[in-house]
């Protein structure tokens, strides 16, 4: 009997019976046409180191006639907060003491189920369907960045027994093809490998966005994410591009979340307004304990990530608090001080020497934790400005998964992403792989 799909036609099988085939228009197919078009919708989706859950934003971009971005516009955003259980799996895998490899394969493809439901969410609020939507541009849940080089073994290994090649690498889970599979619609993905295959960092990958998005003829700017790493791009007035650099400052949120976690036992999962933060105090031991770190001092380009101020770096803080006798309140305004403190360091240390920085324009979480904040007002005085997104129309958590969106319209047109200047790659490349 045969068995006939919508989108199918019968075939002939080794029987020789007729059997349905469903053959669905592959990404190169629906794609085809991509570059010679004028106006792109674009989905991002992201889920930072702060794991607190999916972000997802349509995006509009529109080209000139020779291809350029001419526009950008935010169409609307969803939201999925991961729930206690999903991120009670996640949270392990980023520890070299606690990973297990069967989680972090279930977890893979558990992820791309999520990532589409928030595309399925983003879709029913801005009133899109899938034929709308070019493509949809993951980042995927970094578990494991590792932009140090380690010798390893090298091909010739057998050959030659003493033969080592230096790799570093990243590793961001969330199954593509599930994503795909789910939405029918096709998925860019794994946008940090091309340029850690061209000896950069990885990161940090949103500049190009920020220069487009806050740029200004007048002002020069820094624009800081906050998620669980902090980010700062630095976009010299104009905007000069030429200029246009970045690095990861360190810590953002982290430290502050997982504390957090602990003092409530996990009932709460961060500082909302940086409340518990106000009620304490800010101990300069620890403060200066916490500073005194090689990365604050390292010039960049450099990126950092869970992997080095995890659990473990919060349990040698909770150690020290504890030999200090520092409330809980005291430890987390203390380590909100720490990411102020690193922050507006990093701007005197490697920005304000370079160009003059009028605003500093903060996204992500910390954009809502006013503690924070005030802290980087009063380290900053009157050097600069502290703004957020949203005074630019940007809700705080649009700003990344835009930022891939961009970087998926990028790689459609065939043209890099990425920054040298800010990654540290010996060249320019295109970034991300195509789900076909």
């Known amino acids: 009997m045969e068995d006939r799909h919508r989108t199918g036609k019968p075939t002939e099988s080794n029987d020789g019976c007729k059997v349905a085939r469903t053959v669905g228009k592959s990404s190169l197919a629906r794609l085809a046409d991509y570059t010679t ?95 709308d939507i070019d493509a949809v541009c993951i980042h995927g849940q970094t578990v494991w960045h590792a932009p140090a080089w380690r010798q390893l073994p090298g091909p010739d290994f057998e050959a030659t027994p003493n033969a080592t090649i230096a790799v570093h690498g990243t590793l961001q889970i969330g199954c593509a093809a599930v994503v795909k599979e789910r939405l029918g619609i096709p998925v860019l993905y794994d946008f940090r490998s091309a340029d850690m295959a061209a000896q950069g960092e990885g990161a940090p990958l949103a500049p190009i966005v920020d220069s487009l998005l806050f740029g200004d003829r007048a002002r020069g700017r820094i624009v800081q994410n906050i998620g669980g790493i902090g980010n700062a791009t630095a976009i010299p ?57 090689p990365y604050f001092r390292l010039a960049p380009p450099k990126s950092t990530g869970r992997e080095v101020y995890g659990t473990t770096f919060v349990d ?18 203390t380590a909100t001080a720490f990411t102020a403190e690193t922050i507006v360091c990093a701007y005197r240390d490697f920005i304000m020497p370079k160009m003059k920085i009028d605003d500093v324009v903060v996204g992500g979480g910390g954009a809502l934790n006013t503690t924070l904040l005030n802290m980087m007002r009063q380290r900053l005085g009157s050097d600069a400005a502290v703004l957020t997104t949203m005074d630019f129309g940007f809700p705080p958590f649009v700003r990344e998964p835009m930022a891939f969106a961009l970087l998926g319209h990028l790689a459609l047109m065939g043209r890099p992403g990425n920054l040298p200047k800010a990654t540290g790659a010996q060249r320019e490349v295109v970034l991300g792989s195509l789900t076909l």
């Open 37 to 131: 078009r004028s106006d792109h919708v674009l989905v991002g989706v992201m889920s930072g180191t702060s794991f607190d859950g999916i972000d997802a934003v349509a995006v509009r971009i529109s080209t000139d006639t020779h291809g350029n971005i001419a526009k950008v516009e935010y169409l609307n955003h969803a939201s999925i907060p991961y729930s206690k259980e999903v991120r009670s799996l996640l949270l392990p895998l980023c520890d070299v003491e606690t990973s297990k490899i069967d989680n972090l394969v279930y977890a893979h493809f558990l992820l791309g189920e999520w990532y589409a439901s928030a595309v399925h969410k983003l879709m029913g609020i801005a009133g899109l369907r899938k034929e």
């Open 237 to 293: 007035a104009g905007p000069d591009e030429a200029g246009v650099f970045a690095f990861d400052t360190g810590p953002g949120n982290m430290i502050m979340d997982e504390l957090v976690r602990r003092f409530t036992r996990g009932e709460q999962q961060y500082d909302a307004d940086g409340a518990i933060a106000a009620r304490g105090h800010v101990s300069a031991p620890l403060l200066a304990y916490l500073m005194d770190d």
């Open 316 to 333: 040698k803080l909770e150690q020290f608090a504890a030999e200090q006798g520092l409330s809980y309140e005291d430890r987390i305004a």
